[in-house]
């Protein structure tokens, strides 16, 4: 089992940045690919970036491609989301997500079995 806390969300303006962390428990994160997710409102949640167990595999999608980057920390169980140019239609309740499969990195939510509370990110214009 494994608990997820998400933090770092806030207001910005358009053009800024945040990092959003996401703290795990249990022992076995270092074994686990984890993903961020979205959801604005209306819509559907949907993958944001993926990392592998040791860093060594990672995903993002296109529409935050050269400008959000993840990493861990497995030492202190916890994934990062830098989120850098923001723009208001980054707007949304961003999602830590965790797979016990340590090498895929998935880009679906059934691929993910343990899910954080999710931390609001308002980007203004």
């Known amino acids: 089992q494994v608990q997820l806390v998400e933090s770092g969300g806030g207001l910005v303006q358009a053009g800024g940045s945040l990092r959003l962390s996401c703290a795990a428990s249990?022992?076995?994160?270092?074994?686990?690919?984890m993903g961020w997710f979205r959801q604005a409102p209306g819509q559907e949640r949907e993958f944001v970036a993926g990392i592998s167990w040791n860093g060594g595999r990672i995903r993002y999608a296109d529409s935050v491609k050269g400008r959000f980057t993840t990493s861990r920390d497995n030492a202190k169980n916890t994934v990062y989301l830098h989120m850098n140019s923001l723009k208001p239609e980054d707007t949304a309740v961003y999602y830590c997500a965790a797979d016990p499969d340590s090498v895929r990195v998935g880009v679906g939510e059934t691929e993910f079995y343990y899910w954080g509370q999710g931390t609001q990110v308002t980007v203004s214009s």
């Open positions: 249990g022992r076995t994160f270092s074994t686990y690919t």
